[in-house]
């Protein structure tokens, strides 16, 4: 399958700061990136949709200005939590989605963000 | 309702067991089904794909859609311990479309 890389793997910082967290198709254009996040033992929660030279949409009740999203290449996303709080510490995957490879999205390896 | 319904286990078989994983759907405009693995602490790894109704086989795994009933079932057959995790359904209505995951089914395949 394709290859998606997610960076960092885990990530503490300090409540207030901002941390940025990278998606990148190694071997595939990706024309939709998605973010998730997800709780312990619960499902993917979708926060936003990235598509090729459009700004991200995102779901009811996921703050834009908090969560911003940058689809920077066909290759490259970026989530950048800002001024992080504690209640937002979580795990956060990104989802890749290109054309050459149909409807298939190829998940990164995710980001355990622990917000101190 | 949720649109799409898993039952989130834990569901313990023997190593050697046929395990049967399933989702119903409520919204008939799905037309891709998928299979995920999650291993703890990891992204999702794609299983299995299908679109529209039928079978599909990829070694132990066999990936069924019933779409007039509005179910899918995904089988592992000699379910090895290596297979102890947690399996997410996920479904789209279309190729440019957003993936509506299940809940996941928490696995566990004992020695």
């Known amino acids: 399958g394709a290859v998606v890389s997610q960076h960092p793997s885990w990530v503490i910082c300090k409540s207030g700061t901002s941390v940025k967290i990278e998606c990148r198709s190694l071997?595939?254009?990706?024309?939709?990136m998605f973010w998730y996040r997800q709780f312990p033992k619960q499902s993917l929660m979708l926060m936003a949709t990235?598509?090729?030279?459009?700004?991200?949409?995102?779901e009811q009740g996921v703050e834009k200005d908090k969560f911003l999203i940058n689809h920077a290449s066909l290759t490259l996303s970026t989530l950048t939590v800002t001024s992080a709080h504690p209640e937002d510490s979580s795990f956060y995957i990104c989802?890749?989605?290109?054309?050459?490879?149909?409807?298939?999205?190829?998940f990164g390896q995710g980001t355990r963000l622990t917000v101190v | 309702q949720k649109e799409v319904e898993q039952d989130p286990g834990p569901l313990s078989v023997p190593e050697g067991a046929i395990v049967s994983l399933n989702c119903t759907y409520s919204?008939?405009?799905?037309?891709?089904f998928m299979w995920y693995r999650q291993y703890s602490r990891k992204g999702p790894e794609l299983l299995m794909y299908t679109y529209s109704s039928g079978n599909k086989e990829d070694g132990r795994f066999t990936a069924q859609v019933d779409k007039s009933s509005k179910y899918i079932s995904l089988f592992i057959r000699d379910s090895q311990p290596s297979d102890s995790a947690t399996y997410l359904c996920a479904l789209s209505t279309g190729t440019a479309s957003k993936l509506t995951f299940g809940t996941g089914t928490r696995l566990q395949v004992t020695l």
């Open positions: 990235s598509n090729e030279g459009s700004k991200a949409t995102y």
């Open positions: 071997d595939f254009q990706a024309t939709t």
């Open positions: 919204n008939s405009a799905f037309q891709y």
């Open positions: 989802s890749a989605r290109g054309r050459s490879r149909g409807t298939e999205a190829f």
